[in-house]
């Protein structure tokens, strides 16, 4: 089946689906989903200027947000939560692993990091000796790239089924290998 087989389907969303298309999520029960978005700390979701250290976000604790790393150098970064966007700047020699996100991932001006990441759409500038284990909803985007390495995303963990259906990210369509190279 594809897209020949196909039936165009009309929706009509009721006046309770707004949290399909916003953030309103007065109707969500799994509290790893949701953040109290009036006491949030913003440096929970930057981690920059770090050296040797071992960064964990475990489930429930990012829900859903943007998340940053800048300037890391041999770090061991963990974030096993669901996320909106990734932006990853100038780290070196790191190892990432990044819970589905529902939108982009972002590298560049990195070099020598293990990259472990399922996301919507991944683009990457002026890295270089990287690995990167993908899972790509749209193809992947490269400019500048020299000696990267990447393989099927292939992990799990016992929260990660939920986040990947939370981060609208679907098994079947991994697009990892359909890589663009400017």
Same mark, same amino acid.
């Given at each position: 089946?594809?897209?020949?087989?196909? !039936? /165009?389907?009309?929706?009509? %969303?009721?006046?309770?689906?707004?949290?399909?298309?916003? =953030?309103?999520?007065?109707?969500? !029960?799994?509290?790893? %989903?949701?953040?109290?978005?009036?006491?949030?700390? %913003?440096?929970?979701?930057?981690?920059?200027? !770090?050296?040797? /250290?071992?960064?964990?976000? /475990?489930?429930?604790?990012?829900?859903?947000?943007?998340?940053?790393?800048?300037?890391?150098?041999?770090?061991?970064?963990?974030?096993?939560? &669901?996320?909106?966007?990734?932006?990853? /700047?100038?780290?070196?020699?790191? *190892?990432?692993?990044?819970?589905?996100?529902?939108?982009?991932? @972002?590298? *560049?001006?990195?070099?020598?990091?293990?990259?472990?990441?399922?996301?919507?759409? @991944?683009?990457?500038?002026?890295?270089?000796?990287?690995? $990167?284990? %993908? =899972?790509?909803?749209?193809?992947?985007?490269?400019?500048?790239?020299?000696?990267?390495? @990447?393989?099927? @995303?292939? =992990?799990?963990?016992?929260?990660?089924?939920?986040?990947?259906?939370?981060?609208?990210?679907?098994?079947?369509?991994?697009?990892?290998? *359909?890589? &663009?190279? $400017?």
């Amino acid at each position: 089946m594809g897209c020949s087989q196909s !039936k /165009e389907i009309a929706v009509r %969303l009721g006046p309770n689906d707004a949290s399909l298309w916003s =953030y309103d999520v007065s109707g969500v !029960k799994d509290p790893d %989903l949701v953040i109290d978005r009036k006491n949030v700390d %913003l440096d929970w979701f930057l981690v920059r200027n !770090k050296e040797g /250290e071992t960064i964990v976000r /475990e489930p429930g604790s990012v829900a859903g947000q943007q998340f940053t790393l800048e300037k890391c150098k041999d770090c061991d970064v963990y974030v096993l939560d &669901h996320l909106e966007t990734v932006t990853m /700047e100038n780290c070196v020699n790191c *190892r990432v692993f990044l819970g589905p996100m529902r939108s982009s991932f @972002f590298i *560049r001006d990195s070099q020598s990091c293990k990259v472990v990441v399922a996301c919507q759409q @991944f683009r990457l500038r002026d890295c270089k000796n990287c690995v $990167f284990s %993908l =899972y790509s909803g749209t193809q992947p985007v490269l400019e500048n790239a020299q000696d990267c390495q @990447f393989s099927c @995303f292939d =992990y799990a963990h016992f929260k990660l089924q939920a986040q990947l259906d939370t981060a609208g990210l679907s098994v079947v369509n991994n697009s990892w290998s *359909r890589i &663009h190279d $400017f």
